[in-house]
T-cell receptor, first 112, second 113 residues
Framework: GENVEQHPSTLSVQEGDSAVIKCTYS??????FPWYKQELGKGPQLIID?????GEKKDQRIAVTLNKTAKHFSLHITETQPEDSAVYFC???????????FGSGTKLNVKP | DSGVTQTPKHLITATGQRVTLRCSPR?????VYWYQQSLDQGLQFLIQ???????AKGNILERFSAQQFPDLHSELNLSSLELGDSALYFC????????????FGSGTRLTVV
């Protein structure tokens, strides 16, 4: 089955700096890669996703890049703000299957 | 509010007991997914239902079962509970069978003592 690895497990940045979280996956059949943000006491919230026919996707301060050859994808957050502090999860899935394989999460702390 | 409602928010029970977790999907969503989130294992997919039928199964123990009712709400039943079953249980919903467009509920925190 699919195996998703996520790094780093914790990340501390100064407000205004950029943050990068990286994930690798093992199953070449995976073709959908969402990123979720989980705040304390809440469920994961989809913040951005990318499909395998695209190499990069941007939404304001958030971007995701995908390298299918190397089987890795990354989340980039620019101009970080304290409200970006949360746990971020990457996931991988195939359209043929109805389950996500999640990474182990990255706790992002943005210091004011 | 994500539109996915989970009850109860917290549950404390003893080992060996049985509990039922409830999920109401977002209006219009036909698929319901259950996930377990424990400290050492992250988010683990348990099971998916689409319009009342089981569609996909993950790492769900035989002691656990689920169903989706005609009104599309779903219940996750956990029996013969063990200490290791203590976790956050999340329900998510989507409009189709496909897995994009997931919306998660806020979860049920189960503590087994």
């Amino acid at each position: 089955g699919e195996n998703v690895e996520q790094h780093p497990s914790t990340l501390s940045v100064q407000e205004g700096d950029s943050a990068v979280i990286k994930c690798t996956y093992s199953d070449s059949a995976s073709n959908y890669f969402p990123w979720y943000k989980q705040e304390l006491g809440k469920g994961p919230q989809l913040i951005i996703d990318i499909r395998s026919n695209v190499g990069e996707k941007k939404d304001q301060r958030i971007a995701v890049t995908l390298n299918k050859t190397a089987k890795h994808f990354s989340l980039h957050i620019t101009e970080t703000q304290p409200e970006d502090s949360a746990v971020y999860f990457c996931a991988a899935s195939s359209y043929n299957f109805n389950k996500f394989y999640f990474g182990s999460g990255t706790k992002l702390n943005v210091k004011p | 509010d994500s539109g996915v409602t989970q009850t109860p928010k917290h549950l404390i029970t003893a080992t060996g007991q049985r509990v039922t977790l409830r999920c109401s999907p977002r209006s219009g969503d036909l698929s319901v997914y259950w996930y377990q989130q424990s400290l050492d294992q992250g988010l683990q997919f348990l099971i998916q239902y689409y319009n009342g039928e089981e569609r996909a199964k993950g790492n769900i123990l035989e002691r656990f079962s689920a169903q989706q009712f005609p009104d599309l709400h779903s219940e996750l039943n956990l029996s013969s509970l063990e200490l290791g079953d203590s976790a956050l249980y999340f329900c998510a919903s989507s409009i189709q069978q496909e897995n994009y467009g997931y919306t998660f509920g806020s979860g049920t925190r189960l503590t087994v003592v």
